[in-house]
């Protein structure tokens, strides 16, 4: 079993910025995959990134390139998202997930992640 912790989420005005992390315990963990998602109220939980546990690769929805940053500490199992130029339409609890699940083309859906954290709000004010 995996245990995915969040911390790093709170409240900041438009055009600031917020690190996030996702702390992992429990089995060995050696995911293909963690990704954050983003759920916001009255909508769909939605992809924002994803990082490949091996290789370091990453990828990101279009509606926050160039602004978010994911990154990972192997030895800390743990995973960061740097959020930069916030906007209040960024505002959602944001969930991390593992997969374990070797399916390359579905790293954006959330339903090949494993496992998921409780999640951390953040709140972008105007």
């Known amino acids: 079993q995996v245990q995915l912790d969040e911390s790093g989420g709170g409240l900041v005005q438009a055009g600031g910025s917020l690190r996030l992390s996702c702390a992992a315990s429990g089995r060995t963990f050696s995911p293909y995959a963690v990704g954050w998602f983003r759920q916001a109220p009255g909508k769909e939980r939605e992809f924002v990134s994803t990082i490949a546990w091996s290789s370091g690769s990453t990828f990101y929805a279009d509606s926050v390139k160039g602004r978010y940053t994911i990154s990972r500490d192997r030895a800390k199992n743990t995973v960061y998202l740097q959020m930069n130029g916030l906007k209040p339409e960024d505002t959602a609890v944001y969930f991390c997930?593992?997969?374990?699940?070797?399916?390359?083309?579905?790293?954006?859906?959330?339903?090949?992640?494993?496992?998921w954290g409780q999640g951390t709000q953040v709140t972008v004010s105007s």
């Open positions: 997930a593992a997969t374990f699940n070797l399916i390359p083309s579905l790293l954006t859906a959330k339903t090949i992640y494993n496992y």
